[in-house]
Structures are given as structure tokens and as C-alpha cells.
Nanobody, 111 residues
Framework: QVRLVESGGGLVQAGGSLRLSCVVS????????MNWYRQAPGKQRELVAT???????TYADSVKGRFTISRDIAKNTVYLQMTSLKPEDTAVYYC?????WGQGTQVTVSS
């Protein structure tokens, strides 16, 4: 059974940083594409960042240059380092590896 467990969310002031973690179990971690999504209140869930099996990465335009997705294969963990956070980054952040989802972690950025 595949499980994704996120952590690292919280409350931060605008301009601050947070690092989200997603521990993955029950799958061959290093060959799967891993995604971070987010969903703000009243909005659709949106794809934030992806790291592919070969290690390449892609980002939404809204976070490019501020967020970095990475992984530690030995720890079966994928990270989302978020810097220069803005109030509009406030959302529940979800780890995803199709078709599996984590439970989400809340990120709140105060102005």
C-alpha cells in the first residue's frame, strides 16, 4: 500500500521560508514522478512543482525562482523548499504520486 505523509506546514510572515516534507512508503520511490499541489480556499487544486524519475523538475510560473522541489532517495522523501513567501501562497499543500495523495499540510502566510 502506498502512503504519502506530509509535514512542515505552519504560519509564516510574508518574505519568510518553509520546507515541506513528504515521506513516501510502499512504492519504488526513485522511478516515480512526485508532485506538490496546493489548494487555496475557494480555488481549484493547482500543480506547484514536479520532480521526475530522472531528477528533472518543473514549476508553476507563480512559484518559479522561489520554490525548489528535491528528493532524498535514501530517505524516500520529497521536499518543497519555499522562500520569499507571499500571502497568496496560503493554501493546503499536498504531496502526490499518481494516483496517490497525502493528507495535506496547511501553509499560512501573513502579510
Amino acid at each position: 500500500q502506498v502512503r504519502l505523509v506530509e509535514s512542515g506546514g505552519g504560519l509564516v510572515q510574508a518574505g519568510g521560508s518553509l520546507r515541506l516534507s513528504c515521506v513516501v512508503s510502499g512504492t519504488i520511490f526513485n522511478v516515480r514522478a512526485m508532485n506538490w499541489y496546493r489548494q487555496a480556499p475557494g480555488k481549484q487544486r493547482e500543480l506547484v512543482a514536479t520532480i521526475y524519475g530522472a531528477g528533472s523538475t518543473t514549476y508553476a510560473d507563480s512559484v518559479k525562482g522561489r520554490f525548489t522541489i528535491s528528493r532524498d532517495i535514501a530517505k524516500n522523501t520529497v521536499y518543497l523548499q519555499m522562500t520569499s513567501l507571499k500571502p497568496e501562497d496560503t493554501a493546503v499543500y499536498y504531496c502526490n504520486s499518481v494516483p496517490f495523495w497525502g493528507q495535506g499540510t496547511q501553509v499560512t502566510v501573513s502579510s
